[in-house]
């Protein structure tokens, strides 16, 4: 049995969100050497962009919980991990805000050696001499992938690759795969 890992979603109004979606304000240490990760107040978010938020739960029927700005700096590699999602499904919509040469890559984790847990909500890393590649896709339009499966990212790239990570509480029965 193959599980799917990924699936790219296309929306009505794609390009017009993915304008204003770039337009976000974005942490200011975002140029730093290191990978990392930013929780936008969905809420707030809620009231400035209505019309984003709402296309994007009515076409994938579901509902945001949360949403994340991730960052992978020029030529690095994100730590090869899984992600803690308590409260919400295993499945995120990664959102390109910037166009990078970089691999989103899924490992099998049977059997690999945990090295970390950070934090409530946080990442579960692993060590990657105990998993094995099972799949990979660059994500240059959004992309319902799966976080419950050991993953991690290689930016080949020049410039921080830059992805808006949506987290549902419920999720339409397209994805109940």
């Not at 936008?40 to 994938?60: F, W």
């Not at 994340?68 to 992600?83: E, V, Y």
């Not at 994500?139 to 319902?144: A, F, R, S, V």
Request: hydrophobic residues 35%; proline residues 5%; aromatic residues 10%.
């Amino acid at each position: 049995m193959t599980v799917q890992l990924f699936q790219t979603v296309r929306f009505p109004s794609q390009d017009s969100i993915s304008r204003k979606l770039q337009r976000l304000m974005y942490p200011e240490h975002l140029s730093s050497l290191e990978c990392g990760s930013f929780r936008y107040p969905t809420e707030k978010l809620r009231r400035i962009m209505p019309d984003v938020l709402g296309e994007i739960e009515s076409t994938l029927e579901s509902e945001i919980q949360n949403i994340r700005l991730f960052w992978t700096p020029a030529g690095r590699n994100l730590k090869i991990h899984s992600d803690e999602f308590t409260g919400a499904v295993e499945w995120a919509l990664n959102w390109p805000l910037t166009q990078t040469d970089s691999d989103m890559i899924w490992y099998d984790g049977t059997g690999a050696t945990l090295c970390s847990h950070e934090g409530y909500g946080g990442l579960y890393t692993y060590d990657e001499s105990t998993v094995q590649e099972i799949a990979r896709t660059q994500i240059i339009e959004p992309t319902m992938v799966k976080i419950d499966v050991p993953h991690s990212v290689i930016n080949r790239s020049d410039h921080t690759r830059m992805m808006l990570s949506f987290r549902f509480s419920t999720l339409g029965h397209q994805f109940m795969l």
